[in-house]
């Protein structure tokens, strides 16, 4: 069963929250799991670069980087299909090819792309679930990295393997690698969702808990603003 739409118009946070209890309890990403650092370290270049990962739902992924050191911006939209489909009402039928995902703009000499890796399977998403993500369920809440330039796919390659021999997680890792198709931001409102809607009862179900697990997984990462799309 998948959750009620996220539109405000239709449910209110409250409904939310009870529906999504009712189907599912928090796991895994939940409570955090903490994966290993990366034996290969990324080397890039100097300058801002760009990250974009699928997780689910994209408020908690947004909600989740936005409190990383050197990331300076993130947005929330869609990978994998085409810009004429993207459009969270299109997108939300689960045909047009696209992933919920966030687009995430960092600074490496604060904080590296195998970092954000690190964060992103320890935290921000359970890379257990296939074409899901806790009560969110269809194609467009897969978990994928999408790779932005030869570098990240060199570490995304090497970190796969890594984590995939951990045996940290008790069911088989099905994180995509999918080829860069482009970004779209989606609309306005879902951009800072959870810093404007810290009440809302999918962010308190779902994910204040990523939040609260970066943060004590991850001290030396955290900062307590939330970085504004």
Not at 12 to 30: I, K, M, S, T
Not at 49 to 54: G, I, L, P, R
Not at 89 to 100: D, K, L, Q, R
Request: with cysteine.
């Amino acid at each position: 069963m998948s959750r009620p739409r996220k539109d405000l118009r239709i449910l209110a946070g409250v409904v939310v929250a009870a529906f999504a209890a009712a189907c599912l309890q928090p796991a895994q990403a939940e409570s955090g799991v903490l994966a290993p650092a990366s034996a290969v370290q990324a080397r890039e270049a100097k300058g801002v670069k760009t990250a974009v990962f699928a997780g689910g739902c994209f408020w908690g992924m947004e909600a989740v980087f936005s409190h990383v050191k050197g990331v300076t911006s993130v947005v929330s939209g869609f990978e994998g299909g085409s810009r004429a489909d993207a459009h969270y009402e299109i997108v939300s039928t689960g045909t047009t090819g696209h992933a919920e995902a966030v687009q995430i703009t960092y600074d490496p000499a604060v904080v590296r792309y195998d970092q954000l890796l690190q964060v992103f399977f320890s935290v921000a998403s359970d890379p257990t679930q296939l074409n899901r993500q806790y009560p969110d369920t269809g194609p467009q809440y897969r978990n994928a990295i999408v790779p932005q330039n030869s570098e990240q796919v060199r570490v995304t390659t090497a970190y796969l393997a890594q984590i995939k021999k951990s045996g940290l997680w008790k069911r088989p890792i099905v994180t995509a690698v999918e080829p860069n198709r482009g970004f779209f931001p989606a609309e306005g409102y879902h951009q800072d969702f959870a810093l404007k809607n810290p009440d809302h009862g999918y962010i308190r179900m779902w994910d204040a808990p990523k939040v609260t697990a970066l943060k004590r997984g991850f001290p030396g990462l955290w900062k307590p603003d939330f970085t504004r799309g």
